[in-house]
C-alpha cells in the first residue's frame, strides 16, 4: 500500500489557477473598457471565493484524521517515497540505537527525484526529537533517483530509552503554494503523516 502526501490538492489548486487567470483577463479587458463597475463587482466574487476555497482547505485539513504509514508500507511526498522494511534497536550507554532498514524509491515514469534539502528524525509521543546519526557507510537518503528506481539503506537513531512510540519525520523546502494544496501534509493547518518505526 502507498500512502501519497496529496492525493486530488494540487489538480484542484491547479483549476482554481487557470480560473483565476480567466477572471483576471476578464478584469483587465473591462478595465480597459473602462467598466469600473463590472471589473469592481468581478474583483469582489474573487475575493469571495478565494476566501471561500482557503477556509475550505483549512477546514479539510482539521477534519481529516491523521495518516499514519505502519512498516511495510509505503509514503510518498510528491515523487520521492520511503518504506520501513524492518528494524533493530541496540542498547549504547544511556541511549538506544534504532536502526531502520528502508527502501526508497521514485514514483516517477521521467525525470529524477530526491530529497534534498530535507532532513530526518524520529518523534516521540512526548514530541521529543531525535536526529538522524550521520553514517558515511550506508546510501545517503537524498540519493538523487532516475525514473522508478529504487535503493536499500538505513536509518540510525539515538533515542531515550523512556520512549514508547517513535515516528518517522522530516523537515524540508516546500513551495508556498502547497498550502493551498487541499488534504496536502503541508496545507494550512494539516496535521503530517506519521510513519510508524515502534
Known amino acids: 500500500m502507498i500512502v501519497h502526501s496529496d492525493a486530488v490538492g494540487s489538480m484542484v489548486f491547479f483549476f482554481v489557477m487557470v480560473g483565476s487567470a480567466l477572471m483576471l483577463v476578464v478584469l483587465l479587458m473591462c478595465l480597459a473598457g473602462r467598466e469600473f463597475r463590472l471589473a469592481g463587482k468581478i474583483f469582489g466574487w474573487w475575493s469571495a471565493c478565494f476566501a471561500t476555497y482557503t477556509a475550505l482547505t483549512i477546514a479539510v485539513s482539521l477534519l481529516l484524521p491523521q495518516k499514519v504509514v505502519n512498516p511495510g508500507q509505503s509514503y510518498c511526498v510528491d515523487s520521492w517515497c520511503i518504506s520501513i522494511q524492518s528494524v533493530t534497536k541496540t542498547a549504547l550507554g544511556q541511549n538506544v540505537a534504532y536502526k531502520a532498514d528502508v527502501r526508497i524509491f521514485s514514483d516517477l515514469n521521467r525525470g529524477t527525484t530526491s530529497a ?18 550521520p553514517d558515511s557507510s550506508v546510501i545517503p537518503f537524498d540519493t538523487e533517483l532516475s525514473p522508478k528506481q529504487s535503493v536499500d539503506t538505513s536509518l540510525t537513531f539515538l533515542v531515550a530509552p523512556d520512549a514508547r512510540q517513535l515516528f518517522l519525520q522530516g523537515d524540508g523546502p516546500s513551495l508556498w503554494i502547497t498550502k493551498f494544496f487541499i488534504g496536502d501534509d503541508s496545507a494550512w493547518l494539516h496535521r503530517p503523516t506519521l510513519i510508524r518505526v515502534l
Not at 124 to 129: I, L, N, Q, T, V
Open 116 to 133: 534534498k534539502g530535507a532532513s530526518l528524525y524520529l518523534a516521540d509521543e512526548r514530541g521529543r526529537r531525535f536526529p538522524l546519526v
